[in-house]
Nanobody, 120 residues
Framework: VQLQASGGGSVQTGGSLRLSCAASGHILHGHSMAWFRQVPGKDREFVAV????????TYAPSVKGRFTISLDSNNYTLYLQMDSVKPEDAALYYC??????????????WGQGTQVTVSS
C-alpha cells in the first residue's frame, strides 16, 4: 500500500486549505483512513478519522467544527478540508490507513507528509 499526500502549503490565519491523500497498491478494503499532524519535538497528533464507507467520522477537539475529513471510496482518495485555520494548525500532516482509531501506534501504513504553514 502506498499513500501519497499532497495539498500542503502556506495559508493565512483564517484561510482555507485542502489536503489530499491518494491510496494505491493492494488496498485492504474495510480499513479506515485518518489524518495526523506533527510539529518538531512533539508526538504525532491525531486530527481526524473516517470509516471505510465514509459514514462515521471523529475529530480532535482542537479541529472540530473547522476541519472536515472526507473519503472518495471509488478511488480511495482521502481529503481534509481545513477552514478557519489558526497558527497552531501549522504542522507536517500525515495520512494513514488502518483501524478506526485515534492512536497513531495502531496505524501501519503512512503517507510521506505534507507541510502546512500558517502566516498571520
Amino acid at each position: 500500500v502506498q499513500l501519497q499526500a499532497s495539498g500542503g502549503g502556506s495559508v493565512q490565519t483564517g484561510g482555507s486549505l485542502r489536503l489530499s491523500c491518494a491510496a494505491s497498491g493492494h488496498i485492504l478494503h474495510g480499513h479506515s483512513m485518518a489524518w495526523f499532524r506533527q510539529v518538531p519535538g512533539k508526538d504525532r497528533e491525531f486530527v481526524a478519522v473516517i470509516s471505510p464507507d465514509g459514514d462515521i467520522t471523529t475529530y480532535a477537539p482542537s479541529v472540530k467544527g473547522r476541519f472536515t475529513i472526507s473519503l472518495d471510496s471509488n478511488n480511495y482518495t482521502l481529503y481534509l478540508q481545513m477552514d478557519s485555520v489558526k497558527p497552531e494548525d501549522a504542522a507536517l500532516y500525515y495520512c494513514a490507513l488502518g483501524p478506526y482509531s485515534s492512536a497513531a501506534r495502531t496505524y501501519v501504513y503512512w503517507g510521506q507528509g505534507t507541510q502546512v504553514t500558517v502566516s498571520s
